[in-house]
Nanobody
Framework: EVQLVESGGGLVQAGGSLRLSCQAS????????IVWFRQAPGKGREGVSG??????????VYANSVKGRFTMSGDNGKKTAYLQMDNLKPEDTAVYYC???????????????????????WGKGTLVTVSS
């Protein structure tokens, strides 16, 4: 059974940093897309960052709202993804979820992974609260 477990959330002041982790398990494939989404109170789920790993065309993409502040990385051997969040703002307050997509095709636009429609499994999320 595929499982995703997020960790690293917490309370931080504006301008601070947090590092989220997403530990994946229950599969043997090396080629997949892993994404970070967030959902703020009263709002819909928003794609934050995503990366393709294990292929000859690996890439990382970011939403404009976090570009330059968030950095996504991964360790495919450990099946772990990270989201380093710097210069946090109160509007970054949300539950952060990671998801995994096993069916990404190179013919799809890279930014399409931030739409989330192709995610096969989601974690339960970790709460990030940024105080002003």
């Amino acid at each position: 059974e595929v499982q995703l477990v997020e960790s690293g959330g917490g309370l931080v002041q504006a301008g601070g940093s947090l590092r989220l982790s997403c530990q994946a398990s229950g599969f043997t494939r090396d080629d997949y897309v892993i994404v970070w989404f967030r959902q703020a109170p009263g709002k819909g789920r928003e794609g934050v960052s995503g990366m393709r790993v294990g292929s000859s065309d690996d890439f990382t993409v970011y939403a404009n709202s976090v570009k330059g502040r968030f950095t996504m990385s991964g360790d495919n051997g450990k099946k772990t993804a990270y989201l380093q969040m710097d210069n946090l703002k109160p509007e970054d307050t949300a539950v952060y979820y990671c998801g995994i997509d096993f069916d990404y095709s190179e013919y799809e636009p890279r930014l399409s992974i931030l739409l989330g429609y192709a995610v096969d499994y989601w974690g339960k999320g970790t709460l990030v609260t940024v105080s002003s």
